[in-house]
DNA sequence: CGAATAGGTAACCGATAGGTTACCAATGAG
DNA sequence: CTCATTGGTAACCTATCGGTTACCTATTCG
């Protein structure tokens, strides 16, 4: 599944969202969701196949994480958008302080990311 | 229907994508897609309630074009989620020039925007 | 060891999404 | 006026989504 559609609902959206936070176990996450465990499994799962989040065993735990990568395809969307429709991404505008001071760091900690963990990734 | 879950689908981010380029009739918005008119039609609907595109009628033709606004709850979640992964929406990084240049602009756009225009809106 | 905890998977089910064809109303052109 | 063009709507069908319960495995703790 694509992140776009990863994201068009409302329980993954708050998942990431609280992910973003803080990294959790399934338990926790399942907590504060109206439904089901095994629900919030598996919209962790598709998550993970998004490439969204990922998933790190930690004896009988597992730890879900944000995957920040894995929102570019949207963002990359939105800014191939033409001009008119650039507008609306100004929304960004308070960010931009801040995001463009920490662009470098993000750089190297994406080029990290991709060779020295081996975390699951795929098999929720 | 939310933007997040209109953008879920690919064909309708593909009218969106291209109706930011230029306004268009339907029948040319369908030209370019593989589904039939009417699938075409209903998904301008839904985009329609979701916020992003506005319909005009024009005699005998709809034409339809982008409401940059619509997309204000997509970058707005994102710009809310936290530091971590803020890193990712620096994927918008080489549009910050841009995107400030014409910040006060867009404030007058979108301000007009609400007032003058009777377009439809609702009714795809 | 045995019990409790964490969490994935399977089977099932109702609702919805998204496609199609058929049809209709309205406008514009010859 | 007549006919072609534009485009929405309805009815229908299938696939997928998202939820549930039941069940199983693995790890930790007393």
């Known amino acids: 599944m694509d992140p776009f559609a990863a994201l068009g609902d409302p329980v993954r959206r ?7 936070r803080a990294p959790a176990r399934v338990v926790d996450l399942a907590a ?30 597992r730890h879900y994480r944000l995957q920040p990568s894995g929102l570019d395809p949207v963002t990359d969307w939105l800014a191939g958008l033409e001009p008119p429709a ?16 920490t662009t470098r760091e993000r750089s190297a900690d994406r080029a990290a990311d991709r060779s020295t963990h081996t ?3 795929e098999t929720a």
Chains 1, 2 share one sequence.
């Open 32 to 61: 504060d969701q109206a439904i089901s465990r095994p629900a919030v499994s598996r919209h962790l799962r598709l998550l993970a196949e998004a490439g969204l989040v990922v998933a790190e065993d930690r004896g009988r735990e």
């Open 119 to 121: 975390t699951t990734e």
């Open 86 to 101: 650039r507008f609306a991404a100004s929304a960004l505008d308070g960010l931009d302080l801040e995001v463009r001071r």
């Open 14 to 20: 708050d998942l990431v969202a609280r992910l973003s």
